[in-house]
């Protein structure tokens, strides 16, 4: 049993459901780019290509990811503000 008023819980539930969304749509994203990145270097391979670059293709990624993470964090934290504000 909680001991929040019903609203609260209710908005808590609803904001966590939200991030459970998110994360589940940038997973499923993440696995479709690496997926990607599988084939075209499967086709540069067949190609007789070196990967040159994939280190710095790596963080390119990581400094995307980061970037989106940090959009992700931003948007949490203005939801979560607007929400505390109606309680």
């Known amino acids: ?5 019903s609203s609260v819980r209710n908005t808590l539930l609803e904001l966590f ?4 969304r998110e994360f589940e749509n940038l997973y499923i994203e993440n696995l479709e780019l690496r997926r990607e ?3 075209l270097n499967e ?3 067949a190609e007789g290509q070196t ?4 280190e710095l293709s790596k963080g ?5 990811a ?9 948007k949490l934290k203005t939801t979560y503000k ?4 109606k309680v």
């Open 17 to 20: 459901g939200q991030i459970e």
């Open 82 to 85: 607007a929400s505390t504000s």
């Open 37 to 39: 990145i599988d084939s």
């Open 43 to 45: 086709r540069l391979a």
């Open 66 to 74: 980061s970037h989106s993470t940090s959009q992700l964090s931003q």
């Open 51 to 54: 990967i040159d670059g994939a």
């Open 60 to 64: 390119q990624l990581k400094t995307k």
């Open 1 to 5: 049993d909680s001991k929040l008023p």
